[in-house]
């Protein structure tokens, strides 16, 4: 895709380059809700800094999301983890691959496993608490939303780490 920005100040007309760091200040600078058709067009920009910064934006609409998942890549996963528009869409198999192919991920996920509002939380808290990652149960340990039922698998967790931060939340 080419993206072209033509700028009209004062009746002159500008082309600006498809420069990433260019668009990635466009981004950054949008007021919320000002302009979802662009960010739709941007969620597919061939720089992840540009695809990060819509990531993170809290009026992702749903159809730029759907292009952040499809372009795979693991920065742009990094950040849609914690945008609520992708926790409200996201299913449970997507979760369970995007966790099993990156421990970052799965810790971030863990953090907030509760909060996935299209997934099935049971089926991936079962997946995440077996995490061969110490660091991702750990996050799932102490999840703020975690019930008392479900924390209480980490008290025998053979990671002591897990087992305390278990116990103390």
């Known amino acids: 895709m080419s993206i072209i920005f033509s700028i009209a100040i004062n009746s002159n007309n500008f082309n600006l380059p498809n420069d990433a760091e260019f668009i990635n200040g466009i981004c950054s600078s949008l007021p919320e809700h000002s302009a979802p058709a662009l960010l739709v067009a941007l969620a597919s920009h061939n720089s992840s800094m540009v695809q990060c910064t819509i990531a ?36 449970t198999d997507l979760l369970i691959e995007w966790c099993a192919d990156d421990a970052e991920f799965a810790a971030a996920a ?52 897990v087992a305390r931060i278990a116990s103390e939340n």
């Open 110 to 161: 863990a953090s907030q496993v509760m909060e996935f509002e299209n997934a099935d939380t049971e089926r991936l808290f079962a997946v995440l608490s077996e995490h061969v990652d110490t660091d991702v149960r750990r996050e799932l340990a102490r999840a703020w939303n975690l019930p008392k039922s479900k924390r209480k698998k980490f008290l025998n967790d053979a990671d002591f780490g």
């Open 56 to 91: 993170s934006r809290s009026d992702l609409p749903v159809e730029a999301v759907e292009c952040l998942i499809a372009g795979g890549n693991r920065q742009v996963r990094r950040t849609l983890v914690h945008n609520d528009v992708f926790k409200t869409s996201a299913n």
